[in-house]
C-alpha cells in the first residue's frame, strides 16, 4: 500500500524558504504516469494546488506561486519536495502531498484527474 | 473562465439525498474528481471520471456531467459523509494546471 508523509519545520520566519518533504513508502516515485502535487489548505478555506511534479520529470505550477516555487524528486530516496521562496503570513498553511494520474478519458471528454493517494498533513507557520 | 463554482454549503437530512455541482468552462472539455475532507484527515478521492467510484467507496456516490457542470450525489445519506467536497479538473485554456473548486460543505442533519 503507497503511503506518503509530509516533513519539514513547522515554523518559518517571513522572508524566508519553506521547504517539506514528502517521503513515498510502499511504491516507487519513478513509477511512470503518474504527477506528484503539492496543496495547501489555508485557515478557513478550501484546499489549493500549488503544483506537480511528473514522472517524466516535468513541473506544473500555480500562476500564484510559480514565481517562488520548486519541486523536485529524489529518486535514491524515493521522496519529493516543495520549496516556496520569500513566505509571508499568508502562506500560512496545512501543506498535503498526494499523487494523481489522468484516467478515465472518451470520446465526449479527457481524463479526470484522480487523486489516489495523499499525505496527512502538516502545519506550516509563517512568523517571526 | 478558469474557475470551478461550488456551492459554499449544503443540508441533507440522515438518510435523504443531496446533490451538489461543480460549474466551469473547463467541464466542457474534462470529466472532473471529487474528493471530501474531514478536519485533520487527508482527503478522500469519492468519484472520479464518468461515475467511477475508488475502491472502497460506497454504491451510495455517483457522479454525473453535462456541459459545463459535473455534479455529485450522496444517495441516503450518513452521519460519516458530512465533510468538505472538492471537484478538480484540468484547465482547458492551454495551461498546464489544475482547477480546484472553492469546496461545499455538506451537513447531514
Known amino acids: 500500500q503507497l503511503q506518503l508523509q509530509e516533513s519539514g519545520p513547522g515554523l518559518v520566519k517571513p522572508s524566508e524558504t519553506l521547504s517539506l518533504i514528502c517521503s513515498v513508502s510502499?511504491?516507487?516515485?519513478?513509477?511512470?504516469?503518474?504527477?506528484w502535487d503539492w496543496l495547501r489548505q489555508t485557515p478557513g478555506k478550501g484546499l489549493d494546488w500549488l503544483g506537480s511534479?511528473?514522472?517524466?520529470?516535468?513541473?506544473d505550477f500555480h500562476p500564484s506561486v510559480k514565481s517562488r516555487i520548486t519541486i523536485s524528486a529524489d529518486t535514491s530516496k524515493n521522496l519529493f519536495s516543495l520549496k516556496l521562496r520569500s513566505v509571508t503570513a499568508a502562506d500560512t498553511a496545512m501543506y498535503f502531498c498526494?499523487?494523481?494520474?489522468?484516467?478515465?478519458?472518451?470520446?465526449?471528454?479527457?481524463?479526470?484527474?484522480?487523486?489516489?493517494?495523499w499525505g496527512q498533513g502538516t502545519l506550516v507557520t509563517v512568523s517571526s | 473562465s478558469s474557475e470551478l463554482t461550488q456551492e459554499s454549503a449544503v443540508s441533507v437530512a440522515l438518510g435523504q439525498t443531496v446533490s451538489i455541482t461543480c460549474q466551469g468552462d473547463?467541464?466542457?472539455?474534462?470529466?472532473a474528481s471529487w474528493f471530501l475532507h474531514k478536519p485533520g484527515q487527508a482527503p478522500i478521492t469519492v468519484i472520479y471520471?464518468?461515475?467511477k467510484r475508488p475502491s472502497g467507496i460506497p454504491d451510495r456516490f455517483s457522479g454525473s456531467n453535462s456541459g459545463n457542470t459535473a455534479s455529485l450525489t450522496i444517495m441516503g445519506a450518513q452521519a460519516e459523509d458530512e465533510a468538505d467536497y472538492y471537484c478538480t479538473c484540468r484547465d482547458s485554456s492551454g495551461r498546464r494546471l489544475l482547477l480546484f473548486g472553492g469546496g461545499t460543505k455538506v451537513t447531514v442533519l
Open positions: 498526494a499523487r494523481h494520474t489522468s484516467v478515465g478519458a472518451t470520446t465526449e471528454r479527457g481524463g479526470a484527474e484522480y487523486f489516489d493517494h
Open positions: 471520471g464518468k461515475n
Open positions: 510502499g511504491g516507487s516515485i519513478s513509477s511512470s504516469g503518474y504527477y
Open positions: 473547463s467541464l466542457r472539455s474534462f470529466y
Open positions: 511534479l511528473h514522472s517524466s520529470g516535468s513541473t
